[in-house]
């Protein structure tokens, strides 16, 4: 599985993005969609995941009420509304694949074997 992150940049403070994660290559295996971040000195963050399944989704706590998942299975691409941006939400964004989608492991960054290169997100 290939995963290709697009739509990050440079936002003012209160702003949106959307962020888009397109998935190539054995996409039929794929159980699981999460996005991560990791800001500058710090670790892993997850921020969200959607079962490529019915959709059930799980958020951060951090992010809740502010970003939202959805997947167009059509078209193999998952996106992160993100709205309402922070300061605090400036970070490299990864978007990852995983086979399953345990709701305890869902933001589990362990349990996603494959990764985007990510795209960077700013806001200030």
């Known amino acids: 599985v290939q995963l290709v992150e697009s739509g990050g940049g440079s936002v003012q403070a209160g702003g949106s993005l959307r962020l888009s994660c397109a998935a190539s290559?054995?996409?039929?295996?794929?159980?699981?969609m999460g996005w991560f971040r990791r800001a500058p000195g710090k670790g892993r963050e997850g921020v969200a995941a959607?079962?490529?399944?019915?959709?059930?989704?799980y958020y951060g706590d951090s992010v809740k009420g502010r970003f939202t998942i959805s997947q167009d299975n059509a078209k193999n691409t998952v996106y992160l509304q993100m709205n309402s941006l922070k300061p605090e939400d400036t970070a490299m964004y990864y978007c990852?694949?995983?086979?399953?989608?345990?709701?305890?492991?869902?933001?589990?960054?362990?349990?996603?074997?494959?990764w985007g290169q990510g795209t960077q997100v700013t806001v200030s």
């Open positions: 990852a694949a995983s086979a399953t989608c345990p709701p305890m492991y869902a933001l589990a960054s362990w349990n996603y074997k494959f």
């Open positions: 290559g054995s996409t039929a295996s794929i159980g699981c």
């Open positions: 959607i079962r490529s399944d019915g959709g059930r989704t």
